[in-house]
């Protein structure tokens, strides 16, 4: 006898949208780019407090705003402020990478060349970035992603050739800028993966960055007395208000809004907020210090602008 069995229809399930990357999504975007338009303006502010005070200790006042900031800020959120032994060291190690050689090579860099040629070098954080994660964390670039940077690399080599003809100082001077701006894109990048690691996400961000800023604060101080002397300052409203700016906006607010964006989308996508800025930087020098553009100049900031697009619409995140 044959054995008859119930037919079932099979299941149609509706189509699956596809799911936008994180990048593309408004709680990144935004955030992307207050911590563009604020890093875009600070190389003006740190322009201007060359004059009197040595940098090693404009950024040792800098950062004990900054720190102070965040700590009231942890305090207001009531996370704890304590660390382990762990924490320390990572408090300690992120400070040293990110607030004692980063900002010390930064201001030294922009004694030898502008602030716009630096902002460009800052630019190419984004290759040892995408280097760093992907040995250290295993994240991938995606061929979207890749093909974005190519462009937007282009973008910053255009720029970089036009601020190399406007220059005033010589190649000599043009080199050891350079050099020294590359140091700190190296050592921002070291700091940048810190930031994406597990470590990272076992203790309140607030209080890690608070910490790792006076800590750094405190390095910065030391090496100020050392080789400069007592501290210095400048009793000028200009040079008061680019400290607190730079303590409250340019670092505690900005460093803390970008750590996070590391921890949602990775160093590499994080890291294209340094190919955007030069263009901000741009902008507001036009505005501010009669900055001419040229065709160069222009094609350079739309290859950009393009690339970056591309590479925030990627279908691939990071893995």
């Not at 900002?103 to 502008?114: D, G, K, L, M």
């Not at 910490?211 to 200009?238: H, S």
């Amino acid at each position: 006898m044959r054995r008859f069995t119930s037919y079932k229809a099979p299941i149609i399930e509706p189509p699956v949208e596809p799911v936008p990357p994180r990048s593309a999504h408004l709680v990144v975007l935004i955030p992307f780019l207050v911590v563009t338009l604020i890093w875009g303006s600070t190389w003006i502010v740190i322009r201007d407090q060359l004059a009197v005070v040595p940098p090693s200790w404009s950024v040792t006042y800098r950062f004990t705003i900054a720190g102070i900031v965040i700590l009231g800020w942890a305090l207001l959120r009531r996370d704890s402020l304590r660390l382990d032994l762990r924490g320390w060291a990572f408090a300690i190690a992120l400070g040293f990478a990110q607030f004692v050689l980063n900002f010390n090579f930064v201001y030294r860099a922009e004694q030898h060349i502008t602030s716009g040629v630096v902002a460009i070098v800052y630019a190419l954080l984004l290759v040892p970035n995408a280097i760093l994660a992907r040995i250290f964390l295993g994240q991938l670039m995606g061929r979207q992603l890749l093909i974005g940077s190519a462009v937007a690399m282009a973008g910053v080599a255009l720029l970089f050739l036009h601020e190399a003809r406007l220059s005033d100082a010589g190649p000599e001077q043009a080199l050891i800028g350079i050099g020294i701006a590359l140091l700190g894109v190296l050592s921002a990048s070291v700091a940048n993966v810190m930031q994406a690691m597990k470590t990272a996400r076992a203790y309140p961000m607030a209080t890690t960055l608070g910490w790792a800023m006076l800590t750094g604060a405190a390095i910065d101080a030391v090496w100020a007395w050392t080789t400069v002397g007592p501290p210095v300052i400048e009793p000028r409203w200009g040079y008061v208000a680019g400290t607190l700016y730079l303590g409250v906006f340019g670092s505690a607010l900005a460093f803390t809004i970008y750590f996070q964006l590391i921890r949602t989308i990775g160093p590499a996508k994080a890291a294209y907020t340094s190919v955007l800025i030069p263009v901000i930087a741009m902008l507001l020098s036009t505005l501010f210090e009669g900055y001419r553009w040229s065709l160069l100049a222009v094609s350079g900031a739309a290859l950009v602008i393009v690339g970056l697009v591309l590479a925030l619409r990627a279908r691939r995140p990071n893995r």
